[in-house]
């Protein structure tokens, strides 16, 4: 079964920093990785969809890398802003599942 | 282009009873999955529709039902509702495997 972590569990960092998320799986079958993002109580956001055989993703200020021999994604967030506050989940999907497994995510805070 | 959709927003049920949540999918997409996200958890998987077959089942017990109907929307029923069963129930639209999932804002089930 695909374990999918994520570290921190939570971040709490001044307005203007740059800041990374850290996911890991353990399956590297997969075959692709998505990030969202979660606002109390509400739905998810789709931030950047990673297929396998990609290295990276951009768009904005974020950027989300994927090392899939190594079982890892990070999101970079760069000067970061209050209204990135949220929490921030990792899905990967194995080849051939048609289901996506969680992380229970990062909850970011960012302080103006 | 209207996202996913679902209803309702919100409800409160009795132990015991049942419920029906619905989800019309992102205009384009044929496949709706269903997850349950508990407070401070990962959304975990509890089945998939594709052409009004369930595709793929997660590990969720037979109280937990659902249908896809010929426009690609699709309910999910509960039944013998358990105080457990509280949670953010969100549903999932894609299409073919490529575009990664499009999420709803959920619906929020208490029961008491």
């Known amino acids: 079964k695909q374990e999918v972590t994520q570290i921190p569990a939570a971040l709490s960092v001044p307005e203007g920093e740059n800041l990374v998320l850290n996911c890991s799986f353990t399956d590297s079958a997969i075959y692709n990785l998505q990030w969202f993002r979660q606002d109390p109580g509400k739905g998810l956001t789709s931030l950047l969809l990673?297929?396998?055989?990609?290295r990276e993703q951009t768009s904005g200020r974020l950027n989300a890398s994927l090392d899939k021999s190594s079982g890892r994604s990070t999101l970079y967030i760069a000067a970061s802003q209050p209204g990135d506050s949220a929490t921030y989940l990792c899905?990967?999907?194995?080849?051939?599942?048609?289901?996506?497994?969680f992380g229970t995510g990062t909850r970011l805070t960012v302080i103006p | 282009d209207a996202g996913v959709t679902q209803s309702p927003t919100h409800l409160i049920k009795t132990r015991g009873q049942q419920v029906t949540l619905r989800c019309s999918p992102k205009?384009?997409?044929?496949?709706v999955s269903w997850y349950q996200q508990a407070l401070g958890q990962g959304p975990q998987f509890i089945f998939q529709?594709?052409?009004?077959?369930?595709?793929q089942r997660g590990n969720f017990p037979d109280r937990f039902s659902g249908h896809q109907f010929p426009n690609y929307s699709s309910e999910l029923n509960v039944n013998a509702l358990l105080l457990g069963d509280s949670a953010l129930y969100l549903c999932?639209?894609?299409?073919?495997?490529?575009?990664?999932?499009?999420f709803g804002s959920g619906t929020r089930l208490t029961v008491v």
């Open positions: 529709y594709y052409e009004e077959e369930e595709r």
């Open positions: 999932a639209s894609s299409q073919g495997v490529v575009t990664g999932y499009t």
């Open positions: 205009s384009g997409h044929d496949t």
């Open positions: 899905a990967v999907r194995l080849a051939g599942a048609n289901n996506l497994f």
């Open positions: 990673i297929q396998s055989s990609q």
